[in-house]
């Protein structure tokens, strides 16, 4: 049989690691999982409650760009977010951020176009653009930077800049100066932004901004998956200029119909839940602490400054240049998964790992118990 060369994309390498958890825990070891960048708490209960109560009503399609009612729900957010005053017609509701990047690529470029992201960053962006036969131009941004790029350094060439606040893996979040900075930059070259914004609720000491805050010419991509602990449910959303509302629609229509029904009904009634999302988010806090508080024993103290998400990045190249023998290994010998750093930057990803801290405050406890007591003896 033929197949394509866009076709070809690399393994998303994290998938890898939460495999060989399995497997040893198939054979009735006890894994702590820090590798899965997902919470371990359910859907609000105010949306289940809400889809339970739907479940006799048809849900068949709704229209390509989601219920209205969940595009104003949405923009209702801005207002309580950021204090943004958003039109609910600029809002794209989508099958998770991921059928928002598919939507946002496709009405922003042309086959061979290239798009620029700062490494490390978040695997996805570049294999979705290659398969989509765009180009992924990979920024190494430094860490001083917090692994956030720079505006002088958005490369010639590029048709569209895609930015992370706060990025996975690194957990850093871009502050209003450089949002302008960059998006400002950016318009001056020409260049599409596409802002990441899946993390926001998730922030441990100011709230995070949005780019809409400085800008409209720029797609805002957003979730229910991560604040919302909504994963599964594939849910997300897109704030577009209101000039390309129409083109996002005609792809929407016809690559996806429209959102999942059952879900833009769940999704609806989680807005209204932020009571229980800050209760996880108090959860995180305290993971995050601890995790800042041990993993310097362990011997993984050279972070960046987790601001936000669920992510601590840590750079290890005074341990190993194979950050997926030494995933391997801790493993084998702490049970505790972690992701080597090749996922997010092909180039310098030998040296880091990504640990995260999604799960429950026990788990987090024992995986870092694990982790010191297995680096002490290594
Ligand atoms: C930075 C970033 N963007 C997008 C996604 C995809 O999320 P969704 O579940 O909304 O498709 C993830 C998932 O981990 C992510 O980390």
Not at 92 to 101: K, Y
Not at 335 to 356: I, K, W
Request: hydrophobic letters at 40%; charged letters at 20%; aromatic letters at 8%.
């Amino acid at each position: 049989m033929r197949h394509s060369t866009r076709g070809q994309v690399d393994p998303f390498i994290v998938m890898d690691v939460m495999e060989a958890a399995q497997r040893a825990e198939a054979q009735g070891r006890h894994i702590i999982h820090m590798e899965v960048g997902q919470p371990g708490t359910p859907a609000p209960e105010g949306a289940r409650r809400a889809l339970a109560g739907a479940l006799d009503q048809p849900l068949g399609y709704t229209s390509a760009l989601g219920l209205p009612t969940l595009r104003q729900g949405i923009a209702d957010l801005y207002r309580r977010w950021y204090g943004v005053d958003l039109d609910p017609g600029r809002v794209v509701v989508t099958s998770g951020s991921s059928g928002a990047f598919l939507l946002a690529f496709s009405a922003l470029f042309d086959a061979g176009d290239k798009v620029a992201m700062g490494f490390p960053g978040y695997p996805s962006y570049r294999q979705i653009l290659k398969a989509m036969s765009l180009e992924p131009v990979g920024i190494q941004t430094r860490p001083e930077d917090r692994y956030q790029p720079r505006p002088t350094d958005i490369p010639d060439g590029v048709q569209g800049l895609i930015l992370a606040s706060p990025g996975n893996p690194s957990g850093t979040v871009l502050n209003v100066p450089e949002l302008r900075a960059l998006t400002d930059a950016a318009q001056a070259k020409g260049v599409a932004v596409i802002s990441d914004e899946i993390y926001h609720g998730l922030s441990y000491g100011d709230r995070c901004h949005s780019a809409l805050e400085v800008t409209d010419e720029v797609f805002v991509v957003n979730s229910f998956s991560k604040y919302f602990s909504m994963t599964g449910w594939r849910i997300g959303w897109m704030v577009v200029p209101p000039e390309q509302v129409r083109t996002v629609e005609r792809l929407a229509q016809n690559m996806f119909i429209c959102p999942p029904h059952a879900s833009q009904i769940a999704a609806l009634a989680a807005l209204d839940c932020a009571d229980e999302a800050e209760a996880n988010l108090a959860v995180y806090a305290e993971n995050r602490r601890l995790m800042l508080q041990e993993l310097p024993k362990a011997g993984f103290d050279r972070i960046a400054p987790p601001e936000g998400a669920f992510y601590i990045y840590a750079d290890v190249s005074h341990l190993t240049d194979d950050s997926v023998a030494l995933a391997a290994e801790i493993l084998e010998h702490a049970g505790v998964a972690v992701t080597p750093g090749l996922d997010f930057d092909p180039v310098r990803g030998g040296q880091t790992l990504r640990f995260s801290y999604a799960r429950a405050t026990a788990d987090i406890a024992e995986g870092l118990r694990r982790l010191t007591e297995y680096m002490a003896r290594r």
